[in-house]
């Protein structure tokens, strides 16, 4: 069992990673961002990148959805996220999708059958088939990673972090929505800053890896409840007796 705990957690980081090389959404833009111009659009392009990031890391809450297309494979997410306090929302790497919650360093996750078999045996997957799973999210735990996954400050700093200078590609609207975007030298892909309102990222897009990841709901009120009977991970891992 133990070899295949850490699956879960190499998806999770691998969303965080590819969130700055940018899939498929249609996700719409969010009316927080509406309003009147804000001037973006004739600031140079490191700047852009800068007010953006402020107005991002300075939001309450944020909802992020796509598709990315990674070494670890096709990753879809539609996660809403408060702050550093945690999120929720449901993740699929491949098609092998599940929900996840987490609240501080406390991560929650329910899947499919074949999800949990990538977790423990054939007999255990089974019995835990659309049963919630609980375990530690903090730094020294493998499940690490959901805290990048759910951690907005975690997030939008991968997100926002280009691997290569940034340049202006022009004003332009997004699915609707008036941004002005940027170009990154090194992968090619755009992200799409409002030029209404606050400068919040609207998305960012790579054609050419077939990535887009959305963002929207700005300061919108994000829920968090614990699942109700969840199973403690690290106990089912003991009584599995590492099988």
């Given at each position: 069992?133990?070899?295949?705990?850490?699956?879960?957690?190499?998806?999770?980081?691998?969303?965080?990673l590819a969130a700055a090389c940018g899939g498929n959404s249609s996700s719409g833009?969010?009316?927080?961002?509406?309003?009147?111009?804000?001037?973006?659009?004739?600031?140079?392009?490191?700047?852009?990148?800068?007010?953006?990031?402020?107005?991002?890391?300075?939001?309450?809450?944020?909802?992020?959805?796509?598709?990315?297309?990674?070494?670890?494979?096709?990753?879809?997410?539609?996660?809403?996220?408060?702050?550093?306090?945690?999120?929720?929302?449901?993740?699929?790497?491949?098609?092998?999708?599940?929900?996840?919650?987490?609240?501080?360093?406390?991560?929650?996750?329910?899947?499919?059958?074949?999800?949990?078999?990538?977790?423990?045996?054939?007999?255990?997957?089974?019995?835990?088939?659309?049963?919630?799973?609980?375990?530690?999210?903090?730094?020294?735990?493998?499940?690490?990673?959901?805290?990048?996954?759910?951690?907005?400050?975690?997030?939008?700093?991968?997100?926002?972090?280009?691997?290569?200078?940034?340049?202006?590609?022009?004003?332009?609207?997004?699915?609707?929505?008036?941004?002005?975007?940027?170009?990154?030298?090194?992968?090619?892909?755009?992200?799409?800053?409002?030029?209404?309102?606050?400068?919040?990222?609207?998305?960012?897009?790579?054609?050419?890896?077939?990535s887009a990841v959305t963002f929207d709901r700005w300061g919108e009120p994000v829920?968090?409840?614990?699942?109700?009977?969840?199973?403690?991970?690290?106990?089912?891992?003991?009584?599995?007796?590492?099988?």
């Amino acid at each position: 069992m133990p070899s295949r705990r850490p699956q879960l957690a190499v998806i999770g980081a691998a969303v965080a990673l590819a969130a700055a090389c940018g899939g498929n959404s249609s996700s719409g833009s969010s009316g927080s961002s509406a309003g009147t111009a804000n001037g973006e659009a004739a600031k140079p392009a490191g700047q852009i990148l800068a007010d953006a990031r402020k107005a991002a890391l300075a939001a309450s809450s944020v909802h992020v959805a796509g598709g990315i297309a990674a070494n670890a494979g096709r990753i879809t997410l539609d996660v809403s996220l408060l702050g550093s306090r945690g999120g929720r929302g449901r993740l699929a790497i491949n098609g092998l999708g599940f929900r996840i919650i987490r609240i501080g360093n406390t991560a929650y996750f329910s899947g499919s059958e074949a999800f949990y078999r990538k977790l423990s045996n054939s007999a255990a997957a089974s019995l835990l088939k659309g049963r919630w799973l609980k375990a530690s999210a903090d730094s020294s735990s493998q499940f690490a990673s959901f805290a990048q996954l759910t951690d907005m400050q975690k997030l939008i700093g991968a997100a926002l972090k280009p691997q290569g200078t940034p340049t202006k590609a022009g004003p332009r609207t997004y699915h609707g929505q008036p941004v002005v975007a940027l170009r990154d030298g090194a992968t090619g892909s755009i992200l799409y800053v409002a030029t209404q309102g606050p400068p919040y990222p609207v998305a960012i897009v790579n054609t050419r890896r077939r990535s887009a990841v959305t963002f929207d709901r700005w300061g919108e009120p994000v829920a968090l409840t614990a699942p109700a009977n969840a199973i403690d991970f690290s106990q089912l891992a003991q009584g599995q007796g590492g099988g």
